[in-house]
């Protein structure tokens, strides 16, 4: 080949291609299996460290400090408010259609720490601190896909 030919081919910008890629990927829940398989049944699930009675939302296996399993608790119907929220305009790939919607930080009584999920029932383009305390209840899809999105929260005067 001739050299100027081998220069002009070093001074090319990469080459790019567009390639499909797919990949199956085997996730597993683990210890927090329970808790996905209760939305599948339409119930919430917490956990409480058994000797504190410290109770988190969202699943977690063990105590933090002392190591000792927790224990599942049915929160499904415990009193729930809006503790925070925030009016996503953005989202991944898979929620992007949906925007815009809301995130919200649920307060449960009885409850130490707090559930991130979406907020239903309302309108995002009419966001209001007064939904700040605002008693909500939980809801869960028809068709469970077994991702924390099988639960979804509303205002509790919805049906």
Not at 36 to 52: D, K, V, Y
Request: hydrophobic letters at 40%; aromatic letters at 12%.
């Amino acid at each position: 080949m001739d050299p100027e030919a081998l220069v002009f081919l070093k001074n090319l910008a990469p080459l790019q291609i567009e390639q499909e890629y797919k990949v199956t990927y085997l996730h597993s829940y683990a210890q927090d299996s329970p808790w996905f398989a209760a939305l599948t049944n339409r119930r919430l699930l917490a956990t409480q460290e058994p000797e504190s009675g410290y109770t988190y939302a969202t699943p977690r296996g063990h105590d933090i400090y002392s190591g000792k399993e927790t224990q599942w608790i049915d929160i499904t119907n415990k009193p729930a408010s809006i503790h925070a929220f925030t009016v996503c305009h953005f989202g991944s790939e898979e929620f992007l259609p949906e925007t815009p919607f809301v995130l919200a930080l649920i307060e449960f009584e009885g409850v130490n720490t707090l559930l991130l999920t979406r907020l239903m029932g309302v309108d995002p383009n009419q966001a209001s601190l007064d939904w700040i305390g605002m008693r909500v209840r939980p809801r869960f899809l028809r068709n469970s896909k077994l991702k924390p999105t099988d639960v979804y929260f509303v205002p509790a005067e919805t049906s």
